[in-house]
Every structure is written in structure tokens, then in C-alpha cells.
């Protein structure tokens, strides 16, 4: 059975191929911030210079994107030193977070509500 899952390459990575999958990974991610930012400026001066309809997405997937990234860093660097009470680092980012991520949803929630009745 090990034989075949060495044919399909479903093994564990080695130190070397986790470097360049997780450099791979950052790469993406940072390809699509920015992409998504790009995105999100072309939509403003869309709606700017044309009165056009605003398009929301790009600007709630970028925020999405961005809290999804500080969340899942926050909790992997939790979680790696959880023996250590002093080095899990301050609260009051996660505190921040949490807020930023209330807001980002009441944001996407008003928006719905908002471009959705027509006038």
C-alpha cells in the first residue's frame, strides 16, 4: 500500500518541500492581496469617475483574505507556545481582530441590504 501512495506523491514533505510549499503559499497569497487590491482601487474609481454601481466584493475578499491570515497566525502562534504563558503574545490582538472581523461583517451585511433595494 506504501507503493502506491509513493505513485500518487501522498507522503509526508520533508523539511525542504515544506519550505517551498509554504514559500509557494506566500507567494499566492501575496499575488492575490494584491490582485484584490488592485481590484478594489478600479472598482472605486468606477464608481468615481462613472457613478457606476459599487461593486463590493474585491474590498470584502480582500478583508476577508487579510483577517483570515492575522487570525490563522495568531492561533498557530498560540498554539506553538502554549506551554509558555508570557510568550503567546497580548490578548488585546485578538480582542482587535474579533472587532475588525464584527465589523467587516456588519460592513458586508449593510452593503447587502443597501445595494440591494432599489430606488
Known sequence: MER???????????????????????????FLVFALFVWSVYESCQVYLHH????LLPCLLLA???LI??????????????DEPEETG????LVV???AAAGVI????????LLGVRT
Do not use: H
Open 106 to 113: 456588519a460592513a458586508a451585511a449593510a452593503a447587502v441590504v
Open 69 to 82: 491570515q492575522s487570525f490563522s497566525q495568531l492561533i498557530l502562534t498560540r498554539s506553538a507556545v502554549k
Open 90 to 93: 497580548p490578548l488585546i490582538r
Open 52 to 55: 457606476s454601481r459599487l461593486n
Open 64 to 66: 476577508a483574505a487579510a
Open 4 to 30: 502506491f501512495w509513493r505513485k500518487l506523491r501522498l507522503r509526508r514533505p520533508d523539511e525542504m518541500e515544506r519550505a517551498i510549499l509554504s514559500k509557494a503559499q506566500r507567494n499566492a497569497y501575496l
Open 97 to 99: 481582530l474579533s472587532c
